[in-house]
């Protein structure tokens, strides 16, 4: 796990190319602080910089850039490959030799054998690298197969730069600070930017699964993407052969794969631990570690308020499985004090409010360890969103009733905003055990009068996506259209094929695009390194061919998980309704978070620096302040965006 920036010149680049890769390496320090080395060739004009956070062969013959042995390749990678051994294996038996126990020296290897972008299939990792093949003159970029590690790209003054991070190409002379005003209005869409854009004109972001060649010719510089994985394909395979076996062999496929998986993501030189919240997810992943590991697997979790505290849980399954546990209970004030660091931490403008906990679970971890294995991916690969669910179980019945019966009890539905929702299930809880609580009943609400007036199962899914449109012509000259995405194409009149084409939405936009983002910027911003074992392109290739009627098997969510779980923990420690990730931000915009968040809006301040029409936004800030809705959703990407650009004027200023 490591940063990594570079060049390729083309022109002069407006200062001397050692000193820019110095500052452009100086920009991403947090994402490596055990090491930094650059190396420039100026005959070519290609310069790579990488920052190091050691993780597997702590001696300095591990560091980067790396060349490989017959010097043809040089290398800078952030992240893991974490099938290196059986590579390097694979590698000696043909003949290579190696000095080191990296996997860096290993990818080299491959690329030496097999050639750049035919070796990026067999890596099994998470990565993003910039390799230079000094024999054809090529920089070839690439991001692993589900986006885990980050990658953004430009062109400046003529040269072609990238980096893991923004601010590590904001400090190259003549960077444009352009605001993509279309992004900007995607960010109110959907809380984020998608690969490719980003929030700045002039940089794009490398998609995943996705090589990018460059080079330097007499008319400028040649650039050319390709795909060495496809998940579409991935999926559209599964649907066309899916296994043919009972649920129990499934099952036993899945516990092995995944076993698998856990396995080789153990592989460090450094402490290492686990996330438990004590949900389905981060529980399977701590009992595959636990059964793999004679001692102790290390585990956190965190609770920050009453009735947002899912530690309770978390302690239950650790003492089960016998991990050495450690909670973190965190003050409202302390939460509260990590929002004004958010615009640093995640240097995009970033509003996923989940992010808040995530930081601060990601501090706790690294004061212990420097690895630590998470359930990201669980809900997109084994099917575990709510919408799944609710589609399969209710559309059926829902496009037999006429379309205008169903827009009324939608209508009914609205009637109640999702603020009186919630106080109508505080009520209920009072009378409810807790294994029936009525947990975020406003946004189920909502979300359920979406579901019933739509008019099919794409509507749905773009319904249940998507933030609602009341901001969507709020950005100032955004353009026609800006922040709306193509709506979802579900392709045949099969539901389960549909469902699963959900599925593969989720893997391909939210997951890299919010989750990803949302953990990668959190943890490296404390030099964490975080390992998703239902990530594994093997782990994915094999749900993929796993039929949707099993995946949903008894009518519940993640059939295949609860059943690899079933043997491990007892259902009882974690069989409990949804209830995310998330602090109650309703309620801090209204209280502690209320003034801070008013000056970030203030209509005189949003005409002066021109992004926003102030008008929508005062409407939704005074109907959440009056508590007649719940505009959480929609004024936190305002708000974040403005506290980055707040962000970026004050380190303009120190400069």
């Not at 050692?18 to 930094?36: E, K, N, Q, V, Y």
Request: glycine content about 10%; overall charge neutral; hydrophobic content about 45%.
């Amino acid at each position: 796990m490591c940063g990594i920036a570079g060049f390729l010149l083309h022109r002069h680049p407006g200062g001397e190319p050692d000193a820019i890769l110095a500052t452009m390496s100086a920009a991403i320090r947090h994402r490596g602080p055990d090491g930094a080395g650059t190396w420039f060739d100026a005959a070519t004009g290609v310069g790579l910089a990488h920052r190091r956070l050691a993780i597997i062969d702590l001696s300095e013959g591990g560091a980067q850039p790396m060349r490989s042995a017959s010097g043809r390749f040089t290398v800078v990678y952030n992240g893991e490959i974490y099938n290196y051994r059986e590579l390097r294996r694979e590698l000696a038996g043909a003949g290579a030799a190696f000095r080191t126990q990296s996997d860096t020296e290993v990818m080299l290897a491959a690329f030496e054998r097999w050639g750049v972008i035919e070796a990026l299939p067999r890596l099994a990792g998470m990565f993003a690298l910039a390799v230079w093949d000094g024999r054809d003159a090529v920089l070839t970029l690439a991001r692993d197969r589900v986006g885990k590690k980050p990658l953004y790209h430009g062109v400046i003054g003529g040269n072609f730069v990238f980096a893991s991070e923004l601010r590590g190409l904001q400090c190259v002379p003549g960077f444009e600070a352009a605001i993509d005003r279309g992004s900007l209005a995607t960010l109110l869409r959907q809380g984020n930017v998608p690969a490719p854009a980003s929030i700045f004109s002039s940089i794009a972001k490398l998609e995943p699964a996705t090589a990018m060649t460059v080079r330097a010719t007499a008319g400028g510089l040649a650039l050319h993407a390709q795909r060495y994985w496809d998940a579409r394909a991935v999926y559209a395979d599964g649907m066309r052969n899916p296994q043919a076996v009972s649920h129990a062999q499934i099952v036993q496929g899945a516990q092995e794969v995944l076993t698998g998986a856990v396995r080789i993501r153990m592989i460090a030189d450094v402490p290492l631990g686990a996330f438990l919240s004590g949900g389905l997810d981060s529980t399977v992943v701590a009992a595959l570690m636990q059964r793999q590991s004679a001692a102790p697997v290390r585990s956190f979790t965190i609770g920050f308020e009453a009735g947002h505290d899912e530690a309770p849980f978390a302690r239950a399954v650790a003492r089960h499985l016998g991990t050495a546990h450690e909670e973190l209970y965190v003050s409202t004030r302390e939460v509260l004090d990590l929002v004004p660091a958010m615009p640093q931490v995640y240097d995009e403008p970033f509003a996923d409010y989940s992010q808040i906990p995530t930081f601060a679970i990601a501090r706790l971890a690294r004061a212990r360890v420097t690895v630590a294995l998470s359930g990201d991916g669980g809900d997109e690969v084994f099917g575990g969103y709510n919408r799944y669910l609710w589609t399969r179980r209710f559309w059926p019945k829902l496009s037999l009733i006429p379309a205008s019966l169903r827009r009324a009890v939608a209508a009914m539905l609205r009637y109640w905003s999702p603020s009186q929702w919630d106080e109508a299930a505080k009520l209920l809880n009072g009378l409810l055990p807790q294994s029936q609580q009525l947990n975020q009943l406003g946004l189920k609400t909502r979300k359920a009068a979406d579901v019933a007036d739509a008019a099919d199962v794409a509507q749905i899914y773009d319904r249940l996506t998507r933030l609602e449109s009341s901001l969507d012509n709020a950005v100032l000259h955004a353009g026609a259209g800006a922040g709306h995405m193509a709506p979802a194409q579900f392709a045949g009149d099969d539901l389960d094929g549909q469902v699963q084409q959900m599925m593969l939405g989720d893997l391909l936009g939210y997951l890299p695009d919010d989750i990803l983002v949302k953990v990668d910027r959190a943890s490296m911003a404390v030099a964490l390194e975080t390992r998703a074992p239902f990530l594994d392109h093997r782990v994915i290739e094999y749900m993929a061919r796993v039929p949707v009627s099993e995946k949903f098997a008894g009518g519940r969510p993640k059939a295949v998980l609860r059943a690899i779980l079933a043997p491990l923990v007892p259902a009882e420690l974690v069989e409990r309704p949804k209830a995310g990730f998330n602090p109650p931000l309703e309620h801090w915009l209204r209280g502690p978070l209320r003034d801070w968040a008013a000056a970030l809006i203030d209509p005189a301040r949003l005409r002066r620096e021109g992004f926003f029409d102030p008008a929508p936004i005062d409407r939704l800030w005074a109907g959440h302040q009056s508590g007649t809705g719940n505009w959480q959703f929609q004024l936190w990407p305002v708000l974040m965006f403005q506290a980055w650009l707040e962000r970026q004027r004050d380190s303009r200023a120190t400069e």
